[in-house]
């Protein structure tokens, strides 16, 4: 999966310590600019009766060459009996907890906030509203929604409703299969749209649960410092990477469900992730 | 996790290949009396609008630790990076397809029934019917579902909704933590309620799309032949082990959502599998 020189950006990348420590630092005034662990929604999705009548799968297929941040393979799969020889099939996983389409839980950027199995199934069953920015991005691979794309949304179609999600629809699942999906420059600088750094507080103050993103990363591909990451996962809220089928919802009135791995300390993982319509 | 003699138990098994090729040759006639693949329900759960005001969650917390049905961890976490060495979390699992609370697909159980990417999402968010057998099960752990049982349920709350799951309430799920969830007797052969395998064509002439137990195998304990695994799944179906909390869930009404992993030639895997009330 790995595009000219992405490796050594990973190697770079996984040394840069002091950048990880600095950003970290940062985000410690970011989880405190916002609400906090504490002000996890919860049940937001339940003041009404939810209901529904098809259910779009929102997860792509995972396996092995499935397109990863770091571009290196994060599934190996070990058949450990076979139907012909043992009379049944299982397997075992090796499997980053960043891969595929899959969860983020505020654990994965922060000392000590909820892992996977923390996070209250109420705040993972929630309205979801699909935020338009194909034409954008396509003009544009290091765009990032604003509060002005969040304000454009409620102008068309009122408030955010309390704990919802919030979807980037970036077109970007077009590219996948391609090296555009993670559109690596010659230094290895990947180029794919993501959530703008100063909308956390306002999707925060808005009382939203999670975001959802269709490419490999909450921040934009260009960013160095993960800040989307830190200031959001950091004030106790979840992210979705790597979502499918997201130009198939209504911009408004689906019910994400984020089947997310319920495994003790995990900063993530591989998720069933589907939308009620 | 293991209990005495469980271990020689789980290395006769897995040595016991004549045996699993002949109940693989069993269970070919198994899937030639019932539907077949072609039969696996689609949408069934969809003929009219579902509608739910709460999330209950199915899933165990896994860890390391959780039982098996081999009686051996199934689960290795490997923590990759540290929030505060590295900035953030992450983790890399290995992990055994059939571990905690998880689906067995069609292709666990025969040579080229569906596998976890290839089960349509249709069949796996269907209406769910609860059979309460706990007293039975107190009074007979080897106690298995009968057509009888799900005649009493269809008696008092009518007939089986097309593509709908059955879940057996054992109540095995209080005995999680002690030994008895495995029950393992002197001779390591487990002790735990299951289906009966004459209820395979019963329930897929129903148009059945999956089952759930509260225990650690579809089969009771003491199976030596997994002859209601081979029908059922044999059949194009699917089934989850070790679900939570269905006792809290009322015996018709609830939707089932089985949110298992969408990984290329899976058997089955973890899931998240929430009860939509």
Redesign the interface.
């Known amino acids: 999966m790995c595009v000219p020189g992405c490796q050594e950006v990973v190697a770079r990348r ?1 040394s840069r ?1 002091g ?3 600095g ?2 630092g940062m985000s410690a005034a970011g989880v405190a600019s916002l609400a906090g662990f504490s002000a996890l929604p919860a049940g937001g999705a ?1 003041a ?8 779009v ?1 929102l ?5 092995p060459s499935f397109p990863t941040y770091f571009g290196k393979p ?2 190996e ?1 070990r058949q ?2 076979s ?16 891969t ?2 899959h969860l983020d839980t505020p ?5 000590d906030g909820p892992s996977a ?1 923390a996070l209250p ?2 705040t993972l ?1 929630v309205p979801l509203a699909v935020i338009y920015v194909r034409e954008k991005a396509a003009a544009d691979p290091d765009y990032r929604i604003t509060a002005a794309d969040i304000a454009t949304w409620e102008a068309a179609n009122g408030s955010l409703p309390p704990g919802a999600a919030v979807a980037l629809n970036s077109g970007w699942e077009a590219h996948l299969g391609t090296d555009k999906f993670r559109n690596a420059d010659a230094s290895g600088t990947m180029h794919f749209p993501g959530f703008h750094v100063d909308v956390a507080p306002v999707l925060a103050g808005k009382g939203v649960a999670g975001v959802v993103v269709d490419t490999l990363s909450l921040d934009y591909g260009a960013s160095k410092d ?1 800040s989307f ?1 830190y200031k959001w996962l950091g004030s106790g809220r979840w992210g979705v990477e790597a979502a499918a089928n997201l130009s198939v919802l209504p911009a408004k009135g689906a019910t994400l ?1 984020v ?9 993530g ?4 992730v ?1 939308a ?1 319509v």
């Open positions: 996984l310590r950048l990880f420590r950003v970290a339940f009404a009766p939810v209901s529904f009548s098809k259910v799968d997860t792509h297929v995972l396996d994060q599934l799969i450990l009996f139907f012909d020889k043992d009379g049944f099939n299982l397997n075992e996983w090796v499997v980053n907890e960043h595929g389409t654990f994965h950027f922060s000392k199995d199934i109420e069953v993960f990451h469900v089947g997310g791995p319920k495994i003790k300390g995990a900063s993982g591989p998720s069933r589907l009620l």
